[in-house]
């Protein structure tokens, strides 16, 4: 039951923020998954004009997992699997609860 609570409350925060994503991180995308959610950002000012082997938006990544972790539990980590300073179409993050 409180994985339910938590998946209930992590995706009403995320409708709210992909209707308001696009004043800090230009567009903003989420989908439910079975381990957790996957966040997509189109255009992510952090990444857009560097290129690197690596992804970059550590910053990204800790902003969403602190925000996340406060609704829906300690337990919850943000990993970013796809970045565009890697040449990714998009920077995608993995949130797993």
């Given at each position: 039951m409180p994985l339910l609570r938590s998946r209930l409350a992590l995706a009403i925060l995320l409708r709210a923020v992909e209707r308001h994503g696009w004043t800090f991180a230009g567009l903003f995308a989420w989908k439910a998954t079975p381990?957790?959610?996957?966040?997509?950002?189109?255009?992510?000012?952090?990444s857009r004009t560097i290129g690197?082997?690596?992804?970059?938006?550590?910053?990204?990544?800790?902003?969403?997992?602190?925000?996340?972790?406060?609704?829906?539990g300690p337990s919850t980590r943000v990993e970013e699997t796809a970045?565009?300073?890697k040449g990714d179409a998009a920077c995608m993050f993995r949130v797993t609860l």
């Open positions: 381990e957790g959610f996957e966040l997509t950002l189109l255009n992510n000012p952090v690197a082997d690596q992804p970059v938006c550590d910053y990204d990544a800790a902003t969403f997992e602190t925000l996340f972790r406060g609704l829906a970045c565009t300073a």
